[in-house]
């Protein structure tokens, strides 16, 4: 049957021009006893629309239960310079600063916050990394984020804010994140 859910999904996006903004090799359509389940990737996030329209026409008339996610490849086109983080209900200053992170996906553009703990800035001091550095990690951060498929994705778009505290900095200098040079502390 899975084959079969594939196939009507291809000439369904063929039929709407909509598969040449398909990441076929990311996207996923599995069959399961009681339902499917499809993870379709979009190269261009001004295409979202469409292909959740799309799936909710095939939904409609599935015979099962059909769950669905719809996510774009976002890439980091920019991480810019570091503010000061503030509260959101209160408006004080936080023991934080953001940095502002532009993403593209296509045609579409998208920016999101990351904020960096205090206690996160002095794992990152301690371990020889200077403000450009730290503008780097969080480039990188971002991109393994969005690297994440299936239930674990993230959605930049409804969710425009990640946080590296001190645990998460801690797993990044001990190695865990690509593109980090393991550094010895001060």
Same mark, same amino acid.
Request: negative net charge; proline residues 13%; hydrophobic residues 30%.
């Given at each position: 049957m899975t084959g079969s859910l594939e196939n009507l999904f291809?000439? =369904?996006l063929q039929d709407t021009g909509l598969l040449p903004y398909l990441f076929a090799e990311r996207s996923q359509f599995l069959d399961f006893p009681d339902s499917y389940f499809v993870e379709l990737v979009v190269k261009d996030g001004t295409k979202l629309? =469409?292909?959740r329209g799309l799936v909710e026409r095939i939904r409609a @008339?599935?015979?099962q239960r059909l769950d669905a996610i719809i996510r774009a490849v976002w890439e980091v086109e920019r991480v810019g310079d570091l503010v000061q983080a503030y509260s959101t209900q209160t408006g004080a200053p936080r023991a934080a600063?953001?940095?502002?992170?532009?993403l593209k996906s296509g045609n579409a553009s998208a920016r999101v916050w990351v904020e960096v703990t205090y206690l996160a800035s002095e794992i990152f001091e301690q371990?020889?990394?200077?403000k450009d550095e730290v503008k780097g990690i969080v480039g990188e951060y971002v991109?393994?984020?969005l690297k994440k498929g299936g239930a674990s994705y993230w959605d930049p778009e409804r969710f425009p804010y990640l946080e590296i505290s001190g645990d998460t900095? @801690?797993?990044i200098v001990?190695?865990?994140?690509?593109g980090w040079k393991k550094r010895r502390p001060n």
């Open positions: 291809r000439q =369904q629309p =469409q292909f @008339e599935a015979p600063v953001q940095y502002p992170v532009d371990h020889g990394a200077n991109s393994t984020q900095a @801690e797993f001990s190695g865990a994140l690509p």
